[in-house]
């Protein structure tokens, strides 16, 4: 069993990446859509906020607008597409979001505690958590039956409210929850760089006692939930974590030959 997390970066070549998916077969995939969520907003006037945590954290503020925006882009636009692809290619891919069948269920955060022009301020409003548990048998349920499962944030709070919740935490906990030997998480970088300006700079690899020290040392932004994510699937139980890039061919195969950054 595979576990494959796409992003949703800039630059990532989506059909190269199915053609290379398509040919393992027994896999769960999650993705993401930041670049397409960032640009829709924008067209609509409602340019996306991101928001730096006291701990350092970088999240997009998820407003009740911004959480419309996020169902369409995420559980419309780019889940279907994804399907779609999948489904030309001969899997019988069955999309759904962590909402679905309480897929995903987590914590709703309660207020951001933020930092901003150097300030520190309480953000209300903003529909974003972590996830705690995963519902394993609805993924056996599609897996005995000959389905492929395509998920997407968002999760579902203890409430039953859409929460929005890290693409890349959420692939580590389904990894973990199936018992995945490796989890793959593609972007649109070569894995963790010591220098972002330099692809050339790449970290090949981290041991598992050396994710906290790397996260702290380079990574930035998303990159820090990427090893994060990492962190935790380890930490459950999964052998392997590689940071690969999907912006050219054959992105999965590559990964799983140990291009980027491997994490074991
Ligand atoms: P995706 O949506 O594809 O999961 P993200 O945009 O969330 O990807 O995360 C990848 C981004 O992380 C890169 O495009 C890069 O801008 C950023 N990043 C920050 N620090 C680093 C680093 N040290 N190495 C690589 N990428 C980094």
């Known amino acids: 069993m595979l576990v494959v997390k796409v992003g949703g970066s800039k630059g990532i070549d989506y059909d190269a990446f199915v053609d290379d998916l398509a040919s393992y077969k027994d896999f769960v995939l999650i993705h993401g859509g930041s670049h397409e969520l960032n640009e829709l907003s924008t067209r609509l006037g409602r340019p996306p906020r991101f928001v730096t945590s006291i701990s350092g954290q970088t999240s997009r503020y998820t407003d009740l607008e911004t959480l419309e925006l996020f169902n369409m882009i995420y559980a419309g636009k780019m889940n279907k597409m994804l399907v779609e692809k999948f489904q030309q290619k001969g899997i019988n891919a069955v999309g759904l979001s962590g909402l679905d069948g309480r897929l995903a269920e987590g914590r709703q ?127 459950g139980g999964v052998r392997r974590v590689v940071l690969g890039s999907a912006t050219g061919p054959s992105p999965v195969t590559r990964a799983l030959q140990g291009e980027g950054t491997v994490i074991e």
């Open 109 to 235: 955060k309660e207020a951001l505690k933020i930092v901003e022009d150097g300030k520190k301020k309480i953000l209300r409003g903003d529909h974003s958590g972590t996830i705690e548990r995963i519902n394993v048998q609805l993924l056996h349920l599609l897996l005995e039956n000959g389905y492929t499962p395509v998920l997407t944030p968002p999760a579902i709070s203890f409430e039953g409210t859409a929460i929005n919740i890290d693409g890349d935490r959420f692939a580590a906990q389904v990894a973990v929850a199936l018992g995945a030997e490796t989890l793959i998480i593609l972007s649109n970088v070569p894995g963790l760089l010591r220098d972002i300006e330099d692809p050339a700079s790449l970290v090949q690899k981290i041991s598992r006692d050396e994710v906290e020290l790397s996260m702290n040392q380079f990574a930035k932004g998303r990159m820090k939930k990427k090893l994060m994510g990492a962190g935790e699937a380890l930490a």
